[in-house]
Nanobody
Framework: QVQLVESGGGLVEAGASLKLSCAASGTSNNIAMGWFRQAPGKEREFVAAISWYGSSTDYADSVKGRFTVSRDNAKNTVHLQMDSLRPEDTAVYYC????????????????WGPGTQVTVSS
């Protein structure tokens, strides 16, 4: 059974950094992983994704240059380093996994975690 569990969320001030982690269990090799987020009253949106070997990454324009996605396959973990956080980054962040190659559509991933809250105060 596949499980994804996010951690690292919290409350920070604008300009601060946070690092989210996602621990995966039961997943197979050669799958992409990534992050989505959903703010209150808004649609869920793509944040970042990374291929199995980490050779390919993709970022939403809104986080490009501020967020960095990485993974450690030996530990079955994926991370999202978030720097220069802004109030508009406030959302529940979800880890996703599935399929080959990075994707921007939630529907193309097979698994997702329960989410972790990130709140950025101004």
């Amino acid at each position: 059974q596949v499980q994804l569990v996010e951690s690292g969320g919290g409350l920070v001030e604008a300009g601060a950094s946070l690092k989210l982690s996602c621990a995966a269990s039961g997943t197979s090799n050669n799958i992409a992983m990534g992050w989505f987020r959903q703010a209150p009253g808004k649609e869920r949106e793509f944040v970042a994704a990374i291929s199995w070997y980490g050779s390919s990454t993709d970022y939403a324009d809104s986080v490009k240059g501020r967020f960095t996605v990485s993974r450690d396959n030996a530990k079955n973990t994926v991370h999202l380093q978030m720097d220069s956080l802004r109030p508009e980054d406030t959302a529940v962040y979800y880890c996703v996994a599935g399929g080959a190659g990075t994707k921007r559509s939630w529907a193309l991933y097979d698994y997702w975690g329960p989410g972790t809250q990130v709140t950025v105060s101004s």
